[in-house]
């Protein structure tokens, strides 16, 4: 019995298996290359959120700053607000006694 040869189709190299390695090589060389370049455009764009991150992160410290500033020129204007406001109260206190005083009603302290 006599065996029938297989016929390669139009789409596969005819030759030996080194055509068809050599043809592999070349096609997995240029995915090769088209990785590389995928990778590099990754890594540009990598850098770039790099710098906008770094950017941001600069912008925000130095906010922080000066919202920690202000806080503090708040804290210390609220401190001497309490200070007055204190005087004040123990002057409205003390009113009616100078009233009295000024008037003629002294009053006796037990």
Known sequence: MQTKRRVPKKSEPQGNGLERLIELQAL???????????????????????????KLEQELTERFARIDE??????????????????VVRMIEALPDAVREKIGFATVKP
């Open 28 to 54: 997995m060389q240029m995915q090769i290359t088209k990785a590389d370049e995928r990778m590099a455009r990754w890594d540009e764009r990598m850098a770039r959120s790099d710098e906008r991150f770094a």
């Open 70 to 87: 202000r806080f503090a020129r708040i804290d210390e204007r609220f401190a001497h607000i309490e200070q007055v406001l204190g005087s």
